[in-house]
């Protein structure tokens, strides 16, 4: 699964840089550094990357901009590497489409758990081509990647639509924060379980209060569930 995965290391404190790309080369990955911005960009776009570790701040171009623009075209993970602790810089990240992040200082066991996360999230089997999962108005097309209320097509990130999923696969059933953390984020995800009211909080906006149509409900003391 994780052996010999290719990953790129994008920070231009070349002592992390390099720590980083031993303690993967270590693990079994196929780990390569970039300290520009800019040059990071085209790298990732060109190259064949199994998972980019991005930090914030870099020359030329920073790190949030660089997430933007590769989401765009690519759905690569990405992980970003960031000195700021503000749950507003966590969201912001997540929020353009960074699979996770990792605040430095790190411990190189946690960025090595949220790696392996992230891959296996990616490796889930896609559903058949002709799977559709429906919930009143709102109809789910897992194989193609798209969700609509009627006819209008919503646009979600890649998060928001495995939540999404994950709720209407499990409609009626009321979902703990922890257990929607474990089948959306992965198992080996260390971090706040405020990101999952963060997400929810997402899908309400593009959902319940654009169609003035309520899916998802709270549980207070226990989670969520999406409702028929």
């Not at 080369?25 to 960009?41: F, I, P, S, W």
């Not at 260390?190 to 409900?217: P, Q």
Request: hydrophobic share 40%; charged share 35%.
């Amino acid at each position: 699964m994780a052996e010999h995965s290719k990953i790129l290391i994008v920070d231009d404190e070349r002592r992390i840089a390099r720590f980083l790309q031993m303690e993967l080369e270590h693990e079994g990955y196929v780990a390569e550094t970039e300290g520009n911005g800019r040059k990071a960009l085209e790298r990732i776009l060109s190259g064949d990357y199994e998972l980019v570790l991005l930090d914030v701040m870099l020359p030329d171009m920073d790190g949030m901009t660089i997430c933007r623009k590769v989401r765009e075209k690519s759905d690569v993970p990405i992980i970003m590497l960031t000195a700021k602790d503000e749950i507003e810089d966590k969201v912001s990240g997540l929020d353009i489409g960074a699979d996770d992040y990792v605040t430095k200082p790190f411990a190189i066991e946690e960025v090595m758990a949220r790696i392996r996360a992230v891959l296996r999230s990616h490796e889930k089997e896609e559903p058949s081509e002709g799977e559709k999962l429906i919930v009143r108005n709102l109809t789910m097309y897992p194989s193609r990647f798209e969700v609509t209320y009627k006819d209008d097509q919503l646009q979600l990130t890649k998060k928001e639509f495995l939540l999404l999923e994950y709720l209407m696969r499990n409609k009626r059933n009321v979902l703990t924060r922890e257990q929607i953390l474990q089948e959306v984020w992965g198992y080996d995800y260390i971090g706040d379980t405020n990101v999952v009211d963060v997400y929810i909080r997402y899908l309400r906006a593009k959902i319940d209060d654009k169609y003035n149509d309520k899916f998802i409900y709270t549980v207070r003391g226990v989670g969520y569930v999406i409702k028929e």
